[in-house]
């Protein structure tokens, strides 16, 4: 993808089409959900969910007490989706629009979370801003979060190539402030029914 418009209107498409033609799909967060209990998250960690789309993630967390909630999306029509999905409870959520690759954060947040965002990246380039950004949303004691495609996961997703990660895979692209908290292993069900292995892991900035 040649720039951030055209990455926006990619992920705009993608979300023109209703929940059910998304294979990222999920009625409940609830991946996210056991990783935050084994990282001890608790309703006063602020958390920051990146390349959130539509996900129920926002939904969970505020039903669960959190008050310092940030979603960011390079699509406003993924944004927009969960905003009308919650209604009057949307003002309580910080909603960003932005290239996560070339954001730069004003604070900084107690968990990072990304599902099925980072391993679009596939050049060291990308992953490298990446972690920069990171880095400047983070401070010692954060918890980042992530879900990717496992090893034996699919090679693309909405068209576009990833990378696949075991937890150890994804520890070595960390620098070494970050340390393994959890990890475990996820058979996504698709909307259409197709079985996507993914990896998630958890880490803890030092
Ligand atoms: C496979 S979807 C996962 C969505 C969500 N995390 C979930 O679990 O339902 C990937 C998401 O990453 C977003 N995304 C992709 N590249 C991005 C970027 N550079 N900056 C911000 N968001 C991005 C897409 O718009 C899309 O919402």
Redesign the pocket.
């Known amino acids: 993808m040649e720039s ?1 418009s055209e ?1 926006a209107a990619h ?1 705009d498409d ?2 023109g089409h209703g929940d059910a033609t998304r294979s ?3 009625t409940e ?1 609830d991946g996210s959900l056991r990783m935050f209990e084994r990282c001890a998250v608790v309703p006063a960690d602020s958390v920051v ?7 129920t ?1 926002v939904d969970a967390l505020l039903a669960r007490g959190h008050s310092d909630v940030t979603v ?4 406003a029509a ?1 944004l927009d989706t969960a905003r009308r999905r919650l209604g009057p409870a949307a003002d309580r959520v910080n909603w960003l629009v ?4 070339a954001w730069r954060p004003e604070r900084t947040y107690r968990v990072w979370h ?4 980072f391993h ?1 990246l596939t050049t060291d380039e990308a992953r490298g801003q990446y972690l920069r950004v990171l880095r400047a949303a983070t401070a010692p004691g954060s918890v980042a979060v992530f879900a990717t495609f496992a090893p034996d996961g699919p090679e693309r ?2 068209g576009l190539p990833v990378a696949r990660y075991s937890a150890a895979g994804l520890a070595a692209v960390l620098d070494a402030h970050w340390l393994p908290v959890a990890d475990g292993r996820e058979r996504h069900r698709t909307p259409f029914g197709a079985v996507q292995p993914f990896t998630w892991a958890a880490f803890r900035r030092c």
């Open positions: 951030s990455l992920w993608a979300y990222w799909y999920q967060a969910d990146v390349g959130a789309g539509a996900s993630l960011l999306d390079i699509s993924g932005r290239d996560l690759l990304d599902r099925a965002v679009f997703c909405s």
